[in-house]
């Protein structure tokens, strides 16, 4: 079938109490609205999704635009109905189905909205709701059926008779609806006479009048269902969703270590047999090989690790790579577009920042390396700096293959250490150091026989 979706993402959201719109607030690693569209796509194509914007249009655009999709904007907050007629003009001459989705509901999984279309299509109706069953109902609109089980009108809940109040049965706001149907009925909707606005809840009752059924699709589980209107309740879909994606994880062939501390972004890819340790942080479009380890209490945004990587504890890496079967940390950072190259050696407190570090290189302990490139087999030794910035530029070191730097080396940037070249230990090198050379930049020792003991006597006088 061919199926157009609408989203409606246009609202302001006050009750959030915030500068930004409602569905720019990030659940799982990704704006509320982002869930929304990236659910739509496994179904419709980018040309047939449109997002009713409005509250900072201009942000939720640039957020979504890559994605391919089209956008409507509706200037004034005037209902859910006049918010789906300013598609109108995008998606009328599309046959098929149309959707309505809304951009705060990010636990809505494409799977449901599949199951709402099928039932569509079984049913022949102008309209398919999906509704779900509460225990507690209040503040929802209830459904109401004929004796066939059709829906005959959505009553709110300022608005419903105290018999009407005791129905379960409760109004998603989620539509599929018979295109030609949908934009032929729904300028007929009449502003409500309390708030003036335009209510697509109304579309049950007119298509009713126009001959054309409504079908009620119920489903289980009505946390998929739930919307974003406050912070608290933010936190309660960022929280249903790690666990979902945690759990889809272990079922995957991960093992997660007390996997109610261990934070995980919905896009978040990991490999089979790799362990997370407790307290691990997996974020952004970070992407995770097959029998890694990661270590307790690390964070990983927008990294990307090769099969075999080990990550100690407390090791944070940013928008970097790590080769297949290299170790990192414990206490390291990798920031700023690192790449550490196969069984690499990163260890105790070592930084590297927009360095290339070679395939089985070691830097094991207490060294800042930023804007370089180091090569092969290069060790590096403990409390090595590169001097990258001169206080108005950055400048680059580069350091050739099996290279020997020595411990409190301080290389001076722009420098150039070539192949199998020696820095002694305690060096400042300035200049450039041929391959297959020594390279000593420090003072000469002085040893001043008896000293100690003559400094000590005078003090006692």
Same mark, same amino acid.
Request: glycine content about 12%.
């Given at each position: ?97 149309? /959707?309505? %989705?809304?951009?705060?509901?990010? $636990? *809505?999984? =494409?799977?449901? #909205? &599949?199951? +709402?279309?099928? @039932? ?111 912070? /608290?309740? %933010?936190?309660?879909?960022?929280? $249903? *969703?790690? =666990?979902?994606? #945690? &759990?889809? +994880?272990?079922? @995957? ?122 090569? =092969? ?85």
């Amino acid at each position: 079938m061919n199926v157009s979706i609408v989203i409606l993402a246009a609202g302001l959201g006050t009750r959030m109490k915030s500068k930004y719109a409602k569905v720019l607030h990030k659940a799982g690693g990704k704006a509320l609205v982002e869930h929304v569209v990236d659910a739509a796509l496994e179904i419709a194509e980018p040309a047939n999704i449109v997002v009713i914007t409005g509250h900072q249009a201009d942000s939720v655009e640039a957020l979504l635009g890559a994605r391919g999709i089209r956008f409507a904007r509706q200037t004034e907050q005037k209902g859910t109905g006049h918010a789906v007629l300013m598609a109108k003009p995008l998606l009328e001459t599309v046959p098929g189905i149309v /959707v309505i %989705l809304y951009g705060d509901t990010p $636990l *809505l999984t =494409a799977g449901t #909205v &599949r199951g +709402l279309l099928d @039932a569509h299509g079984e049913s022949g109706c102008a309209a398919t709701l999906i509704a779900t069953k509460l225990e507690d109902p209040t503040g929802y609109g209830r459904v109401l059926l004929n004796s066939d089980g059709l829906v005959t009108g959505i009553v709110e809940q300022k608005a419903a008779t105290p018999e009407q109040l005791t129905i379960q049965l409760t109004n998603s706001g989620i539509y599929a609806f018979e295109a030609p149907a949908l934009w032929k009925h729904l300028s007929e909707i009449q502003p409500n006479p309390a708030s003036g606005e335009i209510y697509l809840t109304d579309m049950a009752e007119i298509l009713n009048g126009a001959g054309k059924s409504v079908r009620p699709h119920q489903i289980e589980d009505p946390s998929e269902l739930f919307g974003i209107n406050t912070r /608290v309740e %933010l936190s309660v879909a960022d929280a $249903l *969703l790690r =666990a979902r994606k #945690v &759990r889809e +994880l272990m079922l @995957a062939g991960v093992t997660i270590e007390q996997p109610e501390t261990v934070t995980v972004d919905s896009q978040v890819q990991v490999g089979m047999d790799t362990v997370i340790a407790p307290f691990a942080q997996l974020r952004g479009a970070t992407v995770v090989g097959a029998d890694c380890t990661i270590g307790a209490c690390s964070i990983l945004s927008n990294a990307k690790l090769a099969d075999g990587v080990t990550v100690e504890a407390f090791t944070m890496i940013g928008d970097s790579q790590v080769g297949a079967g290299a170790g990192i940390g414990p206490f390291a950072r990798l920031r700023m577009q690192a790449d550490v190259g196969a069984q690499a050696k990163i260890g105790n407190v070592v930084e590297l920042k927009k360095t290339k570090f070679g395939a089985g290189a070691k830097a094991q302990h207490l060294a800042y390396l930023g804007d370089a490139q180091i090569g =092969a087999k290069t060790n590096i030794g403990a409390g090595t700096i590169t001097c990258n910035y001169d206080g108005t530029a950055k400048h680059e070191t580069k350091i050739g293959t099996d290279a020997f730097i020595g411990s409190n080396a301080t290389l001076v940037a722009p420098v150039e250490i070539q192949d199998r070249a020696y820095v002694g230990a305690g060096s400042v090198i300035t200049d450039a150091v041929p391959a297959d050379a020594l390279a000593l930049g420090r003072g000469r020792q002085v040893i001043k026989e008896g000293w100690a003991k003559k400094r000590s006597a005078k003090g006692q006088k």
